[in-house]
């Protein structure tokens, strides 16, 4: 497999360093609110990245944490009148109830950054130790930036231009305008912990290192995270950890590209700031998770409200094929009828792509593509009023529910009963249409009489109420049947 390592700044060959295992570490959330669709994209991206790699037979360990002390919780617990400690556990539960709806599946290993304090302070001591941290007469710690020469080797930041212009703030205790802090000093009605440098609690950089090395065997093979993280977080995770042990950090980092809303960078200053409950008031969590797979991971994905229902419909295409297939193997009769020999040659083609997309730095849009080259070649025999009826047909029928099942295990969709999954659909777009369904039986009723009675002008007047409001009608020997545009 080819992963696009960040350090490197180029495709590589994954390789592990230990043959067939592989320990694998993704910055979590911050505990202080509900999860947006950043949040989603990332949980997404390396939830398809174990599965794949657990697809291939590799034995994977994976950690993700969750950073339950730091400013901002510290902020929204003043404004709810809780503890720190409840809004965390409040916005972790929440985080794995949103998870639970995008079918991502829980970490290995859940490291909580208040269950490692005497790691972090360990840590911080051997830093000290060697000169390249130092604490303050208040108590801070701060580590020593110009003490690691290869700073910026994964940002590709030069030193020397961001000291320029730098500035030591007054009132602050840093030798250096780049330091940054491994240990603060305790404030009035916050929580801290008991250290050698006094009441403090951690710095957020210093949580996953010591958290990664208290849990896996260093190097890790792969750490991954958001490309807002890449600078300061992931910079300074290196420059701690390979300046307190004296060896490689991580040997593949993974970065997912960046989430805007309608072309623009998501904030709440903009109001487009859009949490995962939010979206799922309108639409299916399976709907969510293909269209943040409909993009290469690296690249920025843009949600709008019009490609949420081109992924839904591009699901429901996929489903409804499904649904047909799954009839259609229901025949009792089969005749022998030879398929075209290219058919179950492309059919093995796509296969190998769909794996190949995958393994080319997991590609997760190219993979789709290819899941879709399938179902119009199922549609295509289907529709052929002799092909349908091959026993060669059946054969390749019974051999998509096998690729289905791995489509499902590997990117987490594509995995419901075609007709549960189809009827939930129907119901939530009733809901967010707001579609009065009294009102479009009442007119179907209607035009079922007026059909009885001839009276075609009208049957047609009324499909095409319908379909003001929305409606699409199929008459069908068993009935009218009726689906949201």
Same mark, same amino acid.
């Given at each position: ?15 592990? &360093? ?40 590799? *034995? ?19 404004? %709810? ?33 208040? #269950? ?14 060697? #000169?390249?941290?130092? &604490?303050? +007469? ?57 250290? !050698? ?5 951690? #710095? ?8 990664? %090395? ?70 299916? !969590? ?13 690249? +920025? ?58 393994? *080319? ?91 009885? &009675? ?22 069908? +020997? ?8």
């Amino acid at each position: 497999m080819q992963i696009y390592n960040s350090l490197s700044r180029r495709k590589e060959l994954f390789t592990p &360093a230990v043959p067939g295992k592989v320990n694998m570490y993704v910055c979590g959330i911050t505990a202080y609110d509900l999860c947006h669709i950043g949040h989603a994209r990332s949980a997404v991206v390396f939830d398809v990245l174990v599965r794949y790699l657990r697809h291939t037979g590799l *034995d994977v360990t994976f950690a993700r944490n969750f950073t339950d002390v730091d400013d901002k919780i510290i902020k929204r617990a003043n404004e %709810e009148g809780l503890t720190s400690q409840q809004v965390a556990e409040k916005y972790i539960d929440t985080f794995y109830e949103d998870m639970d709806r995008l079918n991502v599946l829980r970490a290995d290993i859940e490291p909580k950054a208040t #269950g490692h304090i005497l790691e972090m302070i360990a840590l911080c001591e051997k830093l000290i130790a060697k #000169g390249k941290a130092y &604490a303050t +007469p208040s108590g801070d710690v701060y580590f020593r930036v110009r003490s690691f020469p290869e700073y910026g080797k994964l940002s590709g930041r030069d030193i020397d231009d961001m000291r320029s212009g730098a500035r030591v703030a007054p009132g602050e205790e840093k030798e250096d305008p780049l330091d940054f802090a491994l240990w603060k000093a305790a404030k009035p009605g916050e929580p801290s912990w008991t250290s !050698p440098w006094g009441e403090g609690r951690p #710095g957020w950089h210093i949580e996953c290192s010591a958290m990664s %090395e208290k849990h896996m065997p260093l190097p890790l093979d792969i750490h991954g995270g958001g490309q807002d993280l890449i600078f300061p977080h992931h910079e300074n995770e290196i420059a701690q950890t390979e300046a307190a042990l004296d060896k490689p950090f991580v040997r593949y980092w993974m970065h997912n590209g960046f989430v805007q809303v309608d072309a623009e960078k998501m904030s709440k200053s903009l109001g487009n700031f859009k949490t995962i409950r939010d979206i799922l008031e309108g639409y299916l !969590p399976e709907v969510l998770r293909f269209f943040l797979l409909t993009k290469h991971y690296r690249s +920025p994905i843009d949600f709008t409200f019009d490609s949420m229902d081109e992924a839904e419909k591009s699901l429901k295409r996929i489903y409804e094929a499904l649904s047909l297939a799954r009839t259609e193997r229901g025949r009792s009769k089969w005749s022998a009828t030879p398929l075209p020999a290219d058919v179950t040659a492309e059919f093995d083609t796509l296969d190998r792509a769909f794996d190949e997309a995958l393994e *080319d730095d997991l590609n997760t849009a190219a993979a789709l593509g290819h899941v879709f080259g399938t179902i119009r070649l199922v549609n295509r025999l289907l529709e052929d009023k002799n092909l349908r009826k091959s026993a060669e047909t059946l054969a390749l029928l019974e051999r998509l529910d096998g690729l289905v099942a791995k489509w499902m295990k590997v990117l987490g969709v594509f995995g419901r009963e075609p007709e549960a999954f189809l009827s939930d659909l129907k119901e939530c777009r009733i809901r967010r249409k707001g579609i009065d369904t009294t009102k479009v039986d009442a007119l179907l009723e209607e035009r079922k009489s007026v059909r009885a &009675a001839k009276d075609f002008a009208r049957a047609d007047a009324i499909r095409d109420e319908l379909a003001a409001l929305g409606i699409e009608v199929r008459d069908t +020997p068993s009935g009218a049947v009726w689906d949201v545009l």
